[in-house]
């Protein structure tokens, strides 16, 4: 169903230290270094311990603390975090049980963190009056299959020497002979002693060459499948949640409010770069949330989110920014049953965006549960076309022919909307659509040339064609399906190769993708952002003021004069060419851009801002003080535009009504060490 909105390796070592171990915590409160430090230093990620450590605020920590938790809770729905729970239930058993006979804390002990990790074993037996044998406990456990733990293992522990508190025991740290207590060393070798200990213990002699019942390990060899064991263990707490949040609040704290801070949910994402038949590139983007929280609405649920996308240039300067809104509703029936959190969405939307290369950052709020999610691509919109090249490639699980012609839909082309998920997973009764467009396509590379497809499992090659591209249909872009029926289950790659008519490759691109057992895969509801089709003027007006932002400001005016020529009813443009003019000094014209848009009360903001410094650059300060003062009885306090009236005051001899509006400026922003400057002065005559 589609929704659509007209709108404008193994570690060597056996013992894994602790992240973070023998680093300082430097500056942290005591119950914040306490919480890092001792009470999830088993469970926390390498990332997650470096943004906490970033954090500059007790409350940031708090929040931090809340989203960790909420991570890891089983079952969101209810009000206890069950792991939580039974995290600090461990904690506290193994500080009770094993910190009786350690000189640490029962926490810090080989067998509390054991237990802290994998919690209760299935059975423990213990070799404490055994003679000649140190002491030793063997610990079995059963674990859930999603851990991808082994169905079943020991963890053994033993007194070295006889001695001390238990210590994790290595089949190839330790061997046989560290658990007979033979004073007079006579068994060094490894077989030697495992016949001595397999005599005195069997069961536990056996134990000793692996903690994988029923591998087969020789006395003296290496057990590679122990030592992957428990470095899987160690790992266990981390692989088990996905800390992608971590770095979400790190960066957009200062952007989301507090109660949306600690509500985290994941998302997977796309974006597709695309020429127009004008000659503009288009960004297609879409964002697919891992889950959805709806509000009950009779017969449908509404869902209501908001999307905030910033792309920005290499040295971090904001090209584009946009602020849009995806309010939907679906019928309850579509459901059927499973609850609306079965339902997944595909958000999409589509821009303009000039040449060059982007971090595109995406922030999600969903409204109705104040939850947040995010989405970071990294985009490169081709400047040099002098040669073919192919553009990037779109897999695809469908193909749709759009409604209209006079409609600006993402992930479309010449009428046909490309369906497709950003997972690229495919089931074995899909049919593969493969799109690409060919860029500075020449009439002698359309008749002689040819594009080659080869798939490729695991780096080995499996399936190849080539067509001519006199065989696709028209146009510039190029389409082909795969029936994957033949593929089996596991992980591709497509290389699609443009070739010239003597067969020599000029540009390739290429895409993974997942082919699943099952036959299909559930696909997510497509939530399309349509507006009216971009025509040039539609497209000189974006691609302007994204020049205007990068400071190239007469490229920027002459694009925006152009759109100004073409559609001289559009007052936005008219702005933004005013506005151009204004950065490139030429006040004169810019004012009379913007002149015709300061009718009184419909003026926007941006232009009564411009249009009022145009005139203060011209000199024509009584002018510009009115539209200065009709901008703050609109829109509301501005300082700039404060300081800016206080400026005009000055300059026409009101200097008490300029030392009232800077004081004013200074009570709302005190730190303004130029304004205090100048009201001192005032005041001091």
């Known amino acids: 169903m589609k929704i659509r909105f007209i709108a404008g390796i193994v570690l060597c070592s056996f013992l894994v230290p602790l992240y973070g171990q023998g680093k300082a915590v430097i500056g942290l409160p005591e119950q914040h270094k306490k919480w890092l430090d001792e009470e999830v230093v088993y469970i926390i990620t390498p990332k997650e311990r470096d943004v906490f450590l970033k954090l500059q605020t007790d409350k940031e920590r708090e929040i931090f603390i809340d989203a960790f938790w909420k991570q890891r809770d089983p079952m969101p729905g209810t009000p206890a975090n069950e792991f939580r729970e039974e995290h600090y239930r461990r904690i506290q058993y193994a500080n009770k049980i094993y910190g009786r006979s350690a000189p640490l804390p029962g926490w810090r002990t080989d067998r509390g963190r054991i237990y802290i990790i994998l919690g209760e074993p299935r059975n423990i037996e213990q070799y404490s009056n055994v003679q000649n044998v140190f002491p030793a406990e063997i610990w079995f456990y059963q674990p859930d299959a999603a851990t991808g733990l082994p169905p079943g293992f020991n963890v ?43 005599k005195l213990e069997p069961n536990l002699a056996r134990q000793t060459l692996s903690l994988i019942p029923g591998e087969s390990v020789n006395p003296g ?21 996905k800390d992608a949040y971590a770095d979400a609040i790190l960066k957009y704290k200062d952007f989301v409010d507090v109660e949306y801070t600690a509500n985290y949910i994941d998302s997977d994402g796309q974006v597709w770069i695309a020429r127009d038949a004008s000659g503009f590139f288009d960004v297609h ?51 059927q049953g499973k609850g609306p959190s079965s339902r997944t969405f595909s958000l999409q939307d589509v821009f303009p965006l000039i040449p060059g290369r982007y971090s595109f950052d995406l922030l999600l709020k969903n409204t109705a549960s104040r939850e947040f999610s995010s989405f970071a691509a990294k985009i490169v919109i081709p400047g040099d076309l002098s040669a073919p090249a192919m553009g990037p490639l779109e897999l695809a699980y469908g193909m749709e022919r759009t409604s209209s012609s006079e409609e600006k839909v993402p ?82 790659k497509v290389k699609v190769s443009l070739l010239d008519a003597a067969g020599k490759e000029l540009d390739s691109k290429s895409r993974d993708f997942e082919l699943s057992a099952l036959p299909s895969i559930p696909r997510p509801m497509v939530v399309a952002k349509v507006s009216k089709s971009f025509d040039r003027a539609d497209y000189l007006y974006a691609t302007g003021l994204e020049l205007m932002n990068t400071g190239s400001f007469k490229e920027a005016a002459w694009r925006l004069a152009e759109a100004r020529s073409l559609k001289p009813d559009r007052p936005e443009i008219a702005a933004g060419y005013g506005q151009c003019l ?4 030429d006040y004169g014209k810019a004012k009379a851009v913007l002149l015709p848009l300061a009718s009184a009360g419909k003026a926007s903001g941006e232009v009564l801002s411009v249009l009022g410094k145009t005139c203060h650059a011209l000199g024509e300060f009584t002018e510009a003080a009115g539209y200065y003062r009709e901008y703050l009885e609109r829109f509301g306090t501005n300082i700039e ?35 205090k400057a100048l009201v001192d002065s005032l005041k001091n005559k």
């Not at 946009?322 to 029936?333: E, G, H, I, V």
């Open 411 to 492: 992930f479309a082309f010449g009428g046909s909307q490309i369906l497709s998920s950003s997972r690229k997973s495919f089931g074995s009764q899909d049919t593969l659509h493969v799109i690409f467009q060919v860029l500075g396509l020449t009439d002698v590379l359309r008749t002689g040339g040819w594009i080659k497809f080869v798939y490729f499992k695991e780096d080995k090659e499996i399936a190849s064609s080539e067509k001519r591209l006199s065989e696709f249909s028209p146009g510039a872009f190029f389409s082909e399906e795969q029936t994957l029926k033949t593929f089996a289950p596991g992980y591709y």
């Open 285 to 335: 983007y879409s964002v697919e949330p891992g889950k959805i929280s709806v509000e009950d609405a009779g017969e449908q649920y509404a869902v209501r989110f908001e999307l905030t996308g910033r792309v920005t240039d290499p040295e971090g300067k904001t090209v584009l920014q946009f602020d849009k809104a995806f309010p939907f509703s679906f019928d309850k029936n579509e459901v």
């Open 221 to 241: 060899s290496l057990s590679l499948a122990s030592n992957t064991l428990m470095n899987n263990i160690y790992a266990l707490p981390r692989k088990m949640v």
């Open 156 to 198: 053994v522990f033993f007194k070295e020497n006889g001695t001390g508190d238990y210590i994790l025991y290595s089949p190839a740290q330790h061997g046989p002979k560290a658990l007979i207590a033979d004073a007079m060393g006579n068994y060094t070798d490894d077989r030697t002693a495992y016949e001595e200990l397999k």
């Open 641 to 675: 535009i404060m300081n800016l009236l206080g400026t005009c005051y000055f300059r026409l001899g009101m200097k008490d009504e300029a030392l009232k509006i800077w004081e004013k400026s200074l009570q709302i922003s005190p730190g303004q060490p130029k304004i």
């Open 582 to 585: 204004y950065f490139l000094q």
